[in-house]
C-alpha cells in the first residue's frame, strides 16, 4: 500500500494550489483517505477527510470553505484544491489512509492517529 502526495509549492496569499494523493496496492472505492499538515514546531493535524464509499467529507474549520477534496475513482487519485491561501497555511501536506474499521458501523473520522502509510509529504508555503 502507497500513498503519495505531490502538488506543492509556493504561492502568494489569495492564491491557489491543488495537491495530488496518489493511492495504490488496495481497493481505491472502500477506502476513507485523508488531508493532513503539518507546520514546523506545530503537532500534525487534520485538514480534510474523505470517504470514498458514500462521498462524505469532514473539513477542518481553519479550512471550511476556502478547500475542496474530491477524489478520482478512475485514476486511484485523491485530490485537495485548495483556495485563497493563507501564511498560516503553510505547511508540509500529507495524505494517509484510514486504517480503523470500515465495518458496518464506519463512520467517517478525521483525527490523524486513526490514518496511516503517510507518504512522503509535499511541501506548501505561502508567502504574504
Known amino acids: 500500500v502507497q500513498l503519495q502526495a505531490s502538488g506543492g509549492g509556493t504561492v502568494q496569499a489569495g492564491g491557489s494550489l491543488r495537491l495530488s494523493c496518489a493511492v495504490s496496492?488496495?481497493?481505491?472505492?472502500?477506502?476513507?483517505i485523508g488531508w493532513f499538515r503539518q507546520a514546523p514546531g506545530k503537532e500534525r493535524e487534520e485538514v480534510s477527510c474523505?470517504?470514498?464509499?458514500?462521498?462524505?467529507?469532514l473539513y477542518a474549520d481553519s479550512v471550511k470553505g476556502r478547500f475542496t477534496i474530491y477524489s478520482d475513482h478512475v485514476k486511484n487519485m485523491a485530490y485537495l484544491q485548495m483556495n485563497s491561501l493563507k501564511p498560516e497555511d503553510t505547511a508540509i501536506y500529507y495524505c494517509?489512509?484510514?486504517?480503523?474499521?470500515?465495518?458496518?458501523?464506519?463512520?467517517?473520522?478525521?483525527?490523524?492517529?486513526?490514518?496511516?502509510?503517510w507518504g512522503k509529504g509535499t511541501l506548501v508555503t505561502v508567502s504574504s
Open positions: 494517509a489512509r484510514y486504517t480503523g474499521d470500515y465495518g458496518l458501523a464506519f463512520l467517517l473520522t478525521c483525527g490523524p492517529q486513526s490514518y496511516g502509510y
Open positions: 496496492g488496495l481497493y481505491f472505492d472502500d477506502q476513507a
Open positions: 474523505i470517504a470514498n464509499s458514500d462521498g462524505s467529507k
